[in-house]
């Protein structure tokens, strides 16, 4: 292994390999470590079972930046999108079920079933929502700038943002202004009659969460799932391969760039001195020396463990201590010896190429969430969950299936129990709950692997388990993030930049934090 | 509404004016009897006692106790030997100092350090990452101090298996009393020869009646706060937020002030150490301070010909004055004097100030506002040595 790079960075997540490759197009030398046997982190698609792949942090790339994809030419490493007819789709009981298509006119003809006037405002509803996460994904390619952080070009940078938002119209900017901070119930409530409906959209709106659907700011984060999006659901893509296909890319793209790629290889130290970072040493007890360091990891398990809580300020200590991270989403990974029969889905496969969601209602979310707030994963939790296979025959064997059920609450503290008791009881329920719509799915499970919270922070590196490397709450957000008083991907290291989920924008497969922390890498050496 | 210490008893008891003062909540005695001039000389020429349980005490204890106190102050803690006590400000990230006080090392593992204002989460903060634990002692631990040169023959009465002719300045013992443990520090606020008695509250009026008994035929008399702050004065001593502004209560920039702007300079220990706040003080150090502390001695005759234009006789203040009034050279204002006093062992005005640093050099002539007849006048004052009092005795091993 060579010593001294240009730039080290630390976690093979996609933020990681993004940066990664910014740096090594920019004509650094980069090295970096990857503690598990494969790259993607969070965005990775793993063979859980023999023949049967599964993503098994995040399951969508929709967020991921056309900048990005451009830039790195994804497309040429390989990254191809598959076309999935169906945004979502929720199975209701009772003989009844509601989809959101791609195509809006179909989307309106079945919310008519449900509702004629919201099936009136959809398409005004996906319009405005589409205008909001373009700003959104503006501001997401740009260090928030602050009191202390404010450097001309940037300034000028988020000037043209605020020009842009100025564009949408007066009546339009103050209702950006206003619906941001909202809660997303109140938000639906107010274009929308049906129940179901807003159940579906609800459950988008606590991605990442450990909040109800009415709690302040879950707005946004119903706005910043439709980032780059017309759909009006989440902004989604479904990258062939599985989501591990675009960290794949990533590397690749990495990798022809002359990057160094370790995987298998943890980082135990982030080696400082006088509050300077000056590379890392690796559990074997080897030094890496480089000229500036980049954390693909959670923020706090950065600093705390891997530079060292002495080295650290007592004030930094305080606002790392604050830091909200509260992973509340465990996954259900099942291979399938065949397609499950949904009761409610006319025996149309074509609605079950997206989400299959399980929200029936924004008191169902906000419910599922009071059982979190005592410590408890939810009686009757929200699931969202994805056939991947029925789109991409690449991740089961012929006429066998994936499913992955992402579930909402499952918090990372439990009360009076712990995840090692408790882990068999969520698959279980996750399983439960699903097969109330889909009778023979029991039948069909071949294996099953059930991933808490503690599995995201344990094998998957994941602070509390928290995907998000910090709750995406308003308090947390922008120029609060990852901490109050850090700016522009920097740490109180000097040379020590984060370029994970713990920064500006935040979660999702965004590519966003490891691009804009490379970008500052590279204007600061 | 403060409530009584553990001698309050005794104090309360001995307090014929019941003059108190409120000193960290609890009752502390300004002046014991009509005069506090008593007191004062009993210091300088017998012993007083003073109750200083008001003091905040925090027990620093773990396996990197030793880690975490070095990493708090500014004084190189590294080189505190067991059975040693060291005085050292101790200052935020920016190199401003939050408090000041003493530090006795116990044993390898184990500190005691004082302070004037609550610091228990400020050294908590301090000690992530370390095994090392923080604990209020406040309440549990009692304090005497008991200063004067005839301190140590007091002390000898009651304390006669231990070899307090040999403790050195700075240094601590541990003593019993009946069956009961305690800490004898050599140190104080006074500039003079001293001690600190540091007990379980349980047993602290045994310790108060003990040792007002030993006094007698030594003048002994209870020293209050009117005394102490005479006394400090003289001894060069300064004051948090008197003579500086702490860290965590300042507002606005000229507020804070780093250790060696408050003459601290010699307790800031840069050496191969990473103190919190240790790179704002190499910058300090590097670009210079923009103040300094001071002290000042103010021309007898300068006040004598103010006082004489209104056919008065100088008029000063019996007491330490902690008004702070303003200081000026060449028609400018360049500083402040925070604390003042006409000392009666010197027979000199002096006072304790904050100037500009182009105005601190020993021998220079400022001029510091008084008033005379309620009109604003000013007297030439020189900047003086500190401490203005330092008598032998109060580092001196005794002669055997």
Redo the contacts between chains.
């Keep these: 292994m060579s010593q001294d790079f240009d730039a080290i960075v630390i976690g093979g997540g996609h933020n990681s390999l993004t940066a990664v490759a910014y740096l090594a197009k920019a004509g650094m030398k980069v090295a970096v470590f990857e503690q598990r046997g494969l790259l993607g982190g969070a965005a990775s698609t793993e063979e859980l079972f023999p023949g049967f792949r599964f993503n098994t942090g995040l399951s969508d790339a929709g967020l991921l930046l056309p900048d990005v994809i451009d830039d790195l030419g994804l497309t040429a490493h390989g990254l191809d999108w598959l076309e999935a007819p169906a945004l979502a789709f929720a199975p209701l009981g009772a003989e009844k079920s509601l989809t959101l298509w791609q195509d809006l006119g179909r989307t309106t003809e079945e919310l008519g079933q449900h509702s004629k006037s919201d099936a009136q405002v959809f398409a005004r509803y996906t319009q405005q929502n589409a205008a909001f996460g373009a700003l959104l994904q503006e501001m997401a390619k740009l260090a928030p700038p602050s009191l202390q952080y404010k450097p001309l070009p940037l300034l000028l940078a988020w000037a043209k943002v605020a020009i842009r938002a100025r564009r949408l119209g007066g009546r339009r900017m103050m209702e950006f202004m206003r619906v941001l901070p909202m809660g997303a119930a109140r938000y639906l409530d107010e274009w929308f009659e049906s129940v179901a409906l807003k159940g579906l959209l609800g459950a988008v709106s606590v991605s990442g969460l450990l909040q109800g659907p009415r709690a302040a700011g879950t707005a946004f984060m119903l706005l910043y799932q439709q980032m780059g999006s017309t759909g009006g659901y989440m902004a989604m893509k479904t990258a062939q391969g599985g989501v591990g296909a675009v960290s794949a890319a990533l590397a690749s793209a990495a990798g022809s760039y002359g990057a160094e790629i370790h995987t298998g290889v943890r980082v135990a130290h982030i080696l400082s001195e ?2 300077k970072a000056l590379g890392v040493e690796l559990v074997d007890g080897s030094q890496v020396l480089a000229k500036v360091v980049l954390s693909g990891a959670e923020v706090r398990h950065t600093l ?1 463990d891997l530079v ?8 930094v ?2 606002r790392l201590r604050a830091l909200k991270l509260r992973g509340s989403t465990a996954s259900v990974h099942l291979a399938l010896s065949g397609l499950p029969k949904f009761s409610t889905s006319d025996n149309d496969n074509e609605r079950l190429t997206g989400d299959i969601v399980i929200c029936p209602s924004l008191d169902y979310a906000e419910q599922a969430y009071d059982d979190a707030k005592y410590g408890r994963f939810s009686a009757r939790p929200i699931l969202i969950a994805r056939i991947p296979s029925l789109l991409d025959s690449t991740l089961a064997p012929d006429g066998e299936h994936t499913l992955s059920i992402t579930l909402r609450y499952a918090p990372y503290h439990l009360r009076g129990s712990d995840w090692g008791n408790e882990k068999e009881r969520l698959g279980d329920l996750a399983v439960k709950v699903l097969s109330e719509h889909a009778p023979g799915l029991k039948k069909l499970i071949k294996q099953r692997k059930v991933i808490t919270p503690l599995d995201y922070e344990r094998d998957y590196g994941l602070t509390e388990g928290s995907m998000m490397h910090g709750q995406m709450s308003l308090d947390q957000l922008v120029m609060m993030r990852p901490v109050p008083g850090f700016v522009g991907y920097r740490t109180p290291i000097e040379g020590l930049y984060i370029n994970g989920a713990g920064a500006h924008p935040g979660g999702g497969v965004t590519g966003a934090p490891g691009r804009n922390a490379a970008r500052q890498v590279l204007k600061e050496i | 509404m403060p409530i009584g210490s553990p001698f309050h008893s005794r104090t309360d008891a001995l307090c014929r004016t019941q003059e108190w003062r409120e000193w960290s909540g609890y009752f502390a005695a300004i002046s014991y009897q009509v005069s506090h001039e008593v007191e004062y000389y009993s210091v300088r020429n017998a012993a007083g006692l003073l109750d200083v349980s008001p003091l905040f005490k925090y027990e620093i204890t773990g396996s990197d106790a030793g ?1 975490l106190v070095d ?1 708090i102050m500014t004084r190189n803690i590294g080189k505190c030997q067991v059975g040693q006590v060291v005085y050292s400000p101790w200052c ?2 920016r190199g401003k100092v939050i408090d000041d006080g003493t530090i006795a090392r116990l044993g390898e593992t184990r500190f005691r350090v004082t302070a004037a204002d609550p610091n228990l989460r ?1 050294f908590q ?2 000690s ?3 095994d090392a634990q923080v604990r209020d002692v406040s309440v549990e631990v009692a304090a005497l101090a008991l200063q004067g040169p005839n301190a140590r023959n007091i002390l000898k009465q009651i304390f006669t298996k231990i070899d307090l002719d040999r403790l050195p300045y700075y240094h601590a013992i541990e003593a019993k009393l009946g069956i009961n443990r305690l800490e004898i520090s050599r140190t104080g606020y006074t500039g003079d020869l001293g001690y600190e008695l540091w007990i379980g509250a349980d047993n602290a009026e045994a310790l108060w009646d003990r040792v007002m008994e030993a006094g007698q035929g030594f003048g002994l008399q209870p020293l209050g706060l009117a005394a102490l702050d005479m006394l400090r004065v003289e001894a060069g001593l300064l004051l948090i937020d008197v003579d500086y502004t702490s860290a965590q209560h300042a507002r606005i920039p000229s507020q804070y002030s780093s250790p060696i702007e408050i003459g601290l300079g010699w307790a800031v220990d840069l050496a191969h150490r ?1 103190f ?1 706040g240790a ?1 704002a003080l190499r910058a300090e150090k590097q670009r210079g301070s923009l103040r300094k502390f001071v002290g000042l001695e103010v021309s007898w005759e300068a006040l004598d010909e103010l006082f004489d234009e209104v056919d008065l006789p100088p008029q000063v203040a019996g007491r330490a004055s902690r008004m702070p009034v303003p200081l000026y050279a060449g028609g400018k204002q360049i500083g402040q004097a925070t604390s003042m006093l006409f000392s009666p062992i010197l027979k000199k005005y002096i006072a304790l100030a904050t100037v500009e640093a182009a105005h601190s050099q020993v021998g220079g002539r400022v001029e510091m506002e008084i008033t005379v007849e309620y009109e604003r006048k000013r007297a030439e004052a020189r900047v003086a040595k500190l401490p203005f009092f330092d008598p032998k005795r109060k580092k001196a091993l005794a002669h055997s």
């Excluded at chain 1, 060292?308 to 004030?315: D, E, F, Q, T, V």
């Design positions: 006088n509050g705390v060292g809580a002495s080295k650290l300020a007592p004030s200590m305080r | 880690q990493r935020d990230e400020w903060d301090c992530s990452g370390l990473d919190i790179e």
